[in-house]
């Protein structure tokens, strides 16, 4: 099975600009998302600092990886292994029953506690990662394809960041309605 030339390409950029996105917050607030990996307890405490690194080098190291045409499949690959370790890292806390634990997802105005929807997201994000693995058909991309992938992305980002939003906020509004 292959994909057209431009929807792979779209959903390499739209990983790569995901990753950029996810490794700048993290190196921004370095002491805050070091503090929200401590609060996962996968790694032993003296660990958490090189893995806090290692997780914003991974992240920024597949930006052009991603965006390198001649590449083939392992930059999606090894993006789809870091959204699962990200999923895994969520429902392992979810199932020694840690929620209210900062999931170090989104900057400190959206913080929120551990749910499953992250792991939905986290696992959805996987797959379309997946499916960029998936190689490129020999079709030659054209000038209007470059309008097609610059669209898609623009609108997969904004359609992530409110969907970001809304799963930083879900766990407060099931609080709001059992107050009410």
Do not use: Q
Request: proline share 5%; aromatic share 2%; glycine share 10%.
């Amino acid at each position: 099975m292959t994909l057209d030339p431009a929807l792979r390409t779209a959903l390499h950029a739209g990983l790569a600009l995901l990753l950029l996105d996810a490794a700048v917050h993290k190196l921004r607030d370095l002491r805050g998302f070091r503090e929200a990996l401590a609060g996962y307890r996968i790694v032993p405490a003296p660990g958490v600092m090189p893995a806090a690194l290692g997780l914003a080098a991974a992240e920024l190291a597949l930006v052009p990886a991603l965006l390198a045409p001649g590449l083939g499949a392992a930059p999606a690959l090894c993006a789809a292994a870091l959204l699962v370790l990200y999923a895994a890292a969520i429902g392992v806390n979810l199932a020694r029953g840690r929620r209210d634990i900062d999931c170090g997802c989104s900057s400190r105005a959206l913080r929120g506690s551990l749910h499953g929807g992250l792991v939905a997201r986290n696992l959805g994000l996987a797959g379309l990662a997946l499916v960029a693995a998936l190689p490129a058909g020999a079709r030659t991309l054209h000038w209007v394809d470059g309008v097609t992938i610059a669209g898609a992305v623009a609108a997969g980002a904004l359609l992530y960041a409110a969907a970001d939003r809304a799963l930083a906020n879900a766990p407060r509004l099931s609080v709001s309605r059992v107050r009410a």
